[in-house]
């Protein structure tokens, strides 16, 4: 059982135009809260949790509402190419986790493993999305270091300290983060340009499926996202 709701062409403008027929993107939705507590799917740890005082982006508008929906759903991942779409934006809301049993988070592994094997089955299909505790995920033996992801798989670990920045790139993940404002971005990251292009009021904003830094390889820096 995934709870997991899968929308095979996003209308969200963020991710793709939605006019654009050529650049679909699906994405999918999975319930946000404290994994350990049976609330969701995310880390307790995240900092941007409500139950923290955190303001997570996806109790707002649209997402909070098929994130809520997701809870009563277990849709098949061969949905996410039902509409054509050959990029996939994995857990606009939600994350990796489970419960332990024991009031703590642990990763879903079953969940996980069928992630990576439909991406294998599924190559010329890019995926990407974002984990909030990549050392829980490396812990339980996960990491591009040990080749544990095909090449289509991109999973950005979300990070908020440079200890945990550091253990993610020692392991092979690329890293992003939240800041609050431009002059917190340091060298080594770049920031996301719909972030920018909001922050400015220009009108001219780019979209994920445009942009791709987060899913290209050949990007070697990471990813900033201003808080919103």
């Known amino acids: 059982m995934n709870t997991t709701l899968i929308s095979p062409w996003s209308q969200n403008s963020k991710l793709s135009d939605p006019k654009d027929k050529l650049n679909k993107v699906a994405t999918t939705y999975r319930p946000v809260g404290d994994a ?15 139950s923290k005082g955190g303001g997570c982006y996806t109790r707002k508008f649209l997402v909070n509402q098929q994130q809520k929906k997701s809870a009563a ?15 996939v934006r994995l857990h606009t809301s939600g994350d990796f986790f489970t419960s332990d049993g024991n009031g703590v988070h642990a990763l879903d592994v079953p969940y996980l493993t069928e992630v990576i094997e439909w991406c294998k089955q599924n190559p ?3 995926v990407w999305t ?10 339980a033996g996960f990491s591009y270091a040990k080749g544990s992801f095909p090449e289509n798989l991109h999973i950005v670990a979300s990070v908020e300290s440079p200890i945990e920045r550091k253990i993610a790139k020692d392991n092979g993940f690329r890293t992003a983060q939240v800041i609050d404002t431009i002059a917190d971005q340091d060298d080594n990251t770049t920031l996301c340009p719909y972030d920018l292009a909001l922050h400015k009021g220009s009108d001219k904003k780019t979209n994920c499926a445009a942009c791709r830094l987060c899913f290209n390889p050949k990007h070697k820096k990471d990813i900033a996202f201003l808080k919103h």
């Open 36 to 50: 350990g507590k049976g609330e969701g799917t995310c880390p307790g740890t995240c900092p941007h949790l409500p």
């Open 73 to 87: 759903r277990h849709d098949d991942l061969d949905r996410l190419t039902s509409k054509g779409a050959r990029l």
């Open 124 to 126: 010329d299909v890019t």
């Open 130 to 139: 974002y984990t909030h505790d990549v050392r829980c995920m490396i812990a």
